[in-house]
C-alpha cells in the first residue's frame, strides 16, 4: 500500500475492524464517525481516503485528536472501491492482533451505522464467511433511489445470481461483516478494482466453502454530495462477471 499512514497503527488490536472507504465525504463523515463512536463497539476505524478536495482527511485528522481508535490512510488519487476495500483488508490483516471480524460499509449513511450491531450479531449466531447486509431478503427495503436505479440494482443482482449460480438475494450489497478467517483465505484472490469486490467476495466463500448469510437492512438513498457509481465503473462490474462464468 503506497500511500500515507495518519494515526497509531496499535490501535487496530479491537476484535472489530471498520473500513471507510471516502471521496467527497466532508459533508458525512464527522456524523458517521461519531454514530459509530457512540455505538461502544470494540473497535478500530479505518478511514481510507482518497485525496478528497473537500477536505475530508482533514476532518478525520481533528476526529483522531478526539477518539485514538481512528487510523487514516490517505490515497494520492482515487483508485476504486476495490482496492480500498482490499487495502483495507491487507492492513487490518497484518495487524499484530488481527480483529475477529472486519466491517465495510458506506461512508454516506447509505448504510446506517445503528445497524452494525445486527450484522456483528448475524456473524456470531451463523459462524460464516460474510454476512451481506440485505436489501432484498424478507425485511429489506431501499428508501429514496429512482426507478433507473433500482432497475440497474435488480438487473446486476439477476446477472451475479444467474451466471455465477450465487444465491443471496442481494449480491451488490457493500454493507457486510467479513470473518478474518475468510479473508485470510481469500485476500490473495481478491483483484477487483470498483464494485465488482462485492461480487467477487461472495464468489470466493463459494469457491472456498464458507457461508454467507443475509440480514435485513434499510438502504436510504445519500442526502449530501454525489453517487460515485459511473458507467465506467457498471462496465467493470459485467466485465467481470463475464470473467468469471468463462472461468467456471
Known amino acids: 500500500m503506497h500511500y500515507q499512514l495518519i494515526g497509531n497503527n496499535n490501535v487496530a488490536s479491537s476484535e472489530i475492524g471498520i473500513i471507510l472507504p471516502t471521496y467527497r465525504e466532508a459533508d458525512n463523515i464527522s456524523k458517521l464517525i461519531e454514530d459509530i463512536e457512540d455505538l461502544k463497539l470494540n473497535a478500530s476505524i479505518l478511514v481510507i481516503d482518497d485525496s478528497s478536495p473537500d477536505e475530508t482527511a482533514k476532518i478525520v485528522q481533528e ?9 487514516l490512510y490517505v490515497r494520492p488519487k482515487k483508485s476504486g472501491l476495490g482496492t480500498a476495500i482490499t487495502d483495507g ?5 497484518s495487524s499484530k492482533q488481527a480483529p475477529q471480524y472486519v466491517v465495510t460499509m458506506d461512508a454516506d449513511y447509505s448504510h446506517n451505522p445503528k445497524a452494525i450491531p445486527q450484522l456483528i450479531s448475524s456473524m456470531y449466531k451463523a459462524d460464516c464467511g460474510i454476512v451481506i447486509g440485505s436489501r432484498y431478503c424478507k425485511g429489506g427495503n431501499i428508501k429514496g433511489w429512482p426507478f433507473a436505479r433500482k432497475v440497474i440494482s435488480r438487473i446486476a443482482n439477476f446477472i451475479a445470481k444467474l451466471s455465477l449460480g450465487l444465491k443471496p438475494h442481494d449480491c451488490t450489497s457493500g454493507f457486510r461483516c467479513y470473518s478474518t478467517k475468510f479473508l485470510r483465505a481469500t485476500i490473495g484472490n481478491l ?4 464494485y465488482e469486490i462485492q461480487i467477487e467476495t461472495i464468489r470466493q ?14 438502504f436510504v438513498n445519500r442526502k449530501r454530495g454525489k453517487s460515485k457509481l459511473s458507467w465506467t465503473e457498471i462496465e467493470s462490474y459485467l466485465t467481470y462477471t463475464l470473467k468469471a462464468v468463462s472461468h467456471s
Open 205 to 218: 466463500a463459494v469457491l472456498r466453502n464458507f457461508n454467507v448469510e443475509e440480514t435485513p437492512i434499510l
Open 63 to 71: 476526529k483522531q485528536n478526539k477518539y485514538s481508535n481512528i487510523l
Open 89 to 93: 483488508f491487507k492492513f487490518f490483516l
Open 191 to 194: 483483484h477487483s478494482h470498483t
